[in-house]
């Protein structure tokens, strides 16, 4: 799936394509949108995050989305990403990137209509973490229990922050 076909599905891309208008110069608003058209949006297995912009070497490589959010929030996510893309593909060439979430960024996502913040919070990602979770250590000396989504090197020796003692890696 393209970022234009996820667009066309949710009745987004007029909203692109105004916000393109509105930022872009000279003519070179086509352009723009053909390779935001273009860049492929994939499903992303993270649960700290709602979505992220992936680009290297200057060019796009994909739009990761966690489908498992809310409509709505996934919608308002797909813009913030779309707003990074734009705010990436509109720089000169050579230009450094300069703030992820800075003045330039901020003009886009308001031209798409979204509020310009950072992070977004999803109920149903935070309740996926939850189940993702698994118990990785055990304190020896006062019992707690260290729950993560990873599990911890069990060629290292961790110790409890709060009592001093020994935790044993399962």
């Known amino acids: 799936m393209t970022v234009k076909q996820y667009a066309d599905e949710f009745d ?3 909203r692109i394509e105004a916000a393109v ?6 003519g070179s608003t086509s352009t723009l949108l053909e390779k935001i058209a ?21 060019e796009p490589v994909c739009i990761r989305l966690q489908f498992a959010q809310e409509t709505e929030n996934l919608q308002q996510t797909f813009l913030h990403e779309v707003a990074h893309a734009c705010d990436h593909l509109s720089r000169k060439k050579n230009s450094p990137y300069q703030q992820a979430h800075g003045p330039s960024w901020k003009s ?17 990602v935070k309740d996926l973490h939850q ?21 911890l090197n069990r060629n290292r020796k961790y110790i409890h922050q709060q009592c001093g003692g020994r935790l044993k890696t399962i």
Not at 21 to 26: A, F, P, R
Not at 42 to 51: D, I, M, P, Q
Request: glycine share 12%.
């Open 12 to 14: 987004l891309w007029q």
């Open 21 to 26: 208008g509105e930022m872009s110069l000279k």
């Open 38 to 58: 273009a860049i492929p949006i994939k499903k992303s297995h993270a649960t700290r995050r709602l979505g992220a912009y992936v680009s290297q070497g200057g």
């Open 108 to 124: 886009w996502a308001g031209a798409l209509g979204i509020s310009p913040e950072r992070c977004g919070e999803s109920a149903a």
């Open 131 to 151: 189940q993702r979770l698994k118990l990785v250590a055990v304190c020896r000396k006062c019992g707690a229990e260290f729950h993560r989504v990873r599990r």
